[in-house]
């Protein structure tokens, strides 16, 4: 029992892990709140599940939806934050929102206001020891976090432009004086945090087997609150916040069944830490 | 007469007017960040809700203790929210109305889900107010928020918190209490937005949490950005747009929330200050019209 919540914990926090990372990514280089990453997410799910359709291969449908979160995540980049980056950050701020709010009404009215079904099948297989079982689409979930983990961790450390990316979120100004090509970085940056969210639109589609208008709403708003528990911009930090809340989330309402609403225990989380580390868990002054 | 669809939009736009100038003192002027303001909103319409069914107080009563409890409320809200800045600050205002309408929504004594019900429009003279009389009385009570907000605009108090709005550490460093005036900008702007929710309440005679959501929070906030932050009519002028927007929009229902989105996005891009903002077109064209004018009156 305590294993399998284990297990589920981690699954859901692996999802959270791979939103809020594009969401600290922009906002290490940008300092912008990108409510909008969360719109980009559910278009992730649904190109995905368009593709799915169209060709019936579940890895197909996860790359396509990544590549179409990718390009809108760079042109909402390209026209929308770039030329508001010298005022105050509220500007930026509102125009996420309205572009949010602007997103989920374009699905309902283009898709419709149904839930659609997004039933792909992989062929790996429920696995099955004594009590403990993992789905599919569990495994999935965690072999695909895996892999894109990995994949950003080489290309941070391991790569010159990831070796930009780290310059840029320190100072643009004056890594753009060793030669950088800051907007450049940026639109990489914007590219690869947008796939993520797209990947993550796809699992989550296919976990719950429905794609919907609004779920971007509660991953909107609790990306914000993960993203900032582990410290803006702090990238393990928002990986370690992620698996914390999703477990926080999984044992205090399946385990203790205490009459609280799931989706405001990361801000209560986010609340209590704050109030000792300004910063977040990992985040420094 | 008017008729009684109008004064109802009437009455909910003068709310919003008054909660969009409550955001405006810690938004605007002290330059803080809210994301939860309908929090606060909240706690007033609860508070006033539940003295007055519960309690047994009287309209006049549960009005102005509304406002204190929301201030009240808002100063140790206001607290931790100093340890926090910029986009932590918003992050966790924002935290702060997801926990209060989790509140209200899973703790019996609130009502739960089922909200509040059976409050009624004050009584006066030994009947029950008018709709149109209640309208002129949030009208009134406003009108004199908005006389303390120019008098404070010309004291001490609207200096420091320009200071701290433009740089905290150089106000800091010039002397200006910052914690005391940033805690005094949340105290009135929570209080004045209690009232609002106490008038809120005893108007529609019932409330439950959903009304004071996070949704609710930005749509105060569009308001306040669109008419044009930190100005004085700025925030009216967006609760008049956007409040009558919906009631206009009625013919296009399918589209209503798309153009809100729309427009909110769009005005952000072209005209970031707002439409009454400094380098707006519409305040650069009244300039202008006041130069014109003014000269005129030179020559004559």
């Given at each position: 029992m305590l294993w399998q919540q284990l297990a589920n914990g981690i699954a859901i926090g692996s999802v959270y892990a791979l939103i809020s990372l594009g969401l600290t990514m922009v906002y290490g280089i940008l300092r912008i709140l990108h409510v909008a990453h969360a719109g980009i997410y559910a278009l992730g799910a649904y190109v995905g599940l368009l593709s799915f359709r169209l060709v019936g291969n579940f890895w197909l449908s996860l790359v396509v939806g990544m590549a179409g979160a990718a390009v809108a995540g760079y042109v909402v980049e390209r026209f929308l934050y770039t030329p508001l980056l010298h005022l105050p950050r509220i500007a930026p701020l509102i125009v996420s929102i309205g572009l949010f709010t602007a997103m989920e009404e374009a699905f309902r009215i283009v898709a419709g206001p149904h839930t659609l079904a997004y039933n792909a099948r992989v062929g790996l297989g429920d696995l099955s020891i004594g009590g403990f079982h993992l789905t599919e689409t569990q495994i999935l979930i965690l072999f695909v976090t895996f892999a894109v983990l990995i994949f950003l961790w080489a290309f941070l450390t391991k790569t010159r432009t990831g070796l930009a990316m780290r310059a840029?979120?320190?100072?643009?100004?004056?890594?753009?004086?060793?030669?950088?090509?800051?907007?450049?970085?940026?639109?990489?940056?914007?590219?690869?945090?947008?796939?993520?969210?797209?990947?993550?639109?796809?699992?989550?589609?296919?976990?719950?087997?429905?794609?919907?208008?609004?779920?971007g709403s509660i991953p909107a708003y609790k990306a914000l609150a993960i993203v900032v528990l582990g410290g803006l911009g702090n990238i393990p930090g928002t990986v370690l916040a992620s698996i914390v809340v999703g477990l926080a989330e999984t044992f205090f309402i399946g385990v203790l069944a205490i009459p609280f609403p799931r989706d405001a225990v990361a801000f209560v989380a986010m609340i209590l830490v704050l109030m000792f580390k300004p910063y977040g868990l990992l985040g420094k002054a | 007469m008017i008729s009684g669809y109008l004064i109802t939009i009437l009455i909910i736009i003068v709310i919003y007017a008054m909660l969009a100038h409550s955001l405006n003192i810690i938004t605007g002027h002290a330059g803080q960040i809210s994301l939860g303001h309908a929090a606060f909103f909240g706690i007033g319409a609860y508070t006033s809700a539940m003295l007055y069914t519960e309690a047994g107080f009287p309209f006049w009563i549960s009005i102005p203790l509304a406002a204190v409890v929301a201030g009240i409320v808002g100063a140790l809200l206001g607290i931790p929210c100093l340890r926090v800045r910029d986009d932590f600050l918003a992050i966790t205002t924002m935290g702060i109305n997801f926990v209060v309408e989790a509140i209200f929504l899973y703790i019996p004594f609130f009502g739960g889900a089922m909200g509040i019900g059976g409050i009624n429009l004050p009584k006066w003279?030994?009947?029950?107010?008018?709709?149109?009389?209640?309208f002129i009385l949030i009208l009134v009570v406003f009108f004199f928020l908005l006389l303390l907000d120019r008098r404070m605009g010309h004291s001490w108090i609207g200096l420091a918190w320009a200071s701290i709005r433009e740089d905290e550490q150089a106000a800091g460093a010039m002397g200006v209490d910052v914690v005391r005036f940033k805690v005094l900008a949340f105290i009135l702007g929570s209080a004045i937005a209690g009232l609002a929710g106490g008038f809120y309440a005893h108007f529609l005679t019932f409330i439950m949490p959903q009304n004071f959501g996070f949704g609710q929070s930005i749509v105060v906030l569009s308001m306040v950005v669109f008419g044009g932050i930190g100005t004085r009519w700025g925030p009216i002028v967006g609760a008049i747009i956007l409040g009558i927007l919906p009631e206009v929009s009625r013919p296009i229902m399918e589209y209503r929330t798309l153009i809100y989105g729309v427009l909110l996005l769009g005005m952000m891009r072209f005209q970031p200050g707002g439409l009454l903002g400094s380098g707006s077109i519409l305040s650069r064209t009244l300039q202008r019209l006041s130069i014109t004018y003014?000269?005129?009156g030179e020559s004559r």
């Open positions: 840029c979120a320190q100072d643009p100004e004056t890594t753009s004086s060793f030669g950088v090509n800051v907007s450049r970085i940026i639109a990489i940056n914007f590219l690869i945090g947008s796939a993520m969210a797209g990947a993550a639109g796809v699992l989550i589609g296919v976990y719950d087997n429905q794609v919907w208008p609004t779920m | 003279f030994g009947r029950e107010m008018t709709k149109p009389e209640y003014g000269s005129k």
